[in-house]
Every structure is written in structure tokens, then in C-alpha cells.
């Protein structure tokens, strides 16, 4: 039962981050190699990597 709720989990953060993609919302990449929407990572006070307007990463 917990993996279902874990993979229900991940399927949420995979879609909410690839809405973000699609609606030109800011997403960085952190030192750890995650893809977080920016505001989550300020939130949680990690930086990242972020790629310039018009590139793909």
C-alpha cells in the first residue's frame, strides 16, 4: 500500500512540474540533480541552475 501512495506521489510532482514546463513557469535544477518548480526550491533554501529564455536544458 505504501509504494502505491509513493508512486502516487511522484506521479503528482511529474505532473505539476511538467505543467510548469508547459506554462513557462521558472524551474531550476538543485545541486542534487532535482528538478524543482523555483519557488519550491527558494522555499526550501536551495539554489540551482537555471537555464537562459529560449534554451532547452
Not at 510548469?20 to 521558472?26: K, V
Not at 518548480?37 to 529560449?54: C, R, T
Request: charged share 30%; hydrophobic share 40%.
Amino acid at each position: 500500500m505504501d509504494n502505491n501512495v509513493n508512486n502516487d506521489a511522484v506521479a503528482a510532482r511529474r505532473r505539476a512540474l511538467a505543467e510548469a514546463l508547459r506554462t513557462g513557469e521558472p524551474v531550476v535544477v538543485t545541486a542534487s540533480g532535482e528538478v524543482e518548480k523555483k519557488e519550491d526550491a527558494v522555499d526550501q533554501g536551495l539554489s540551482g541552475i537555471q537555464v537562459p529564455d529560449g534554451k532547452l536544458a
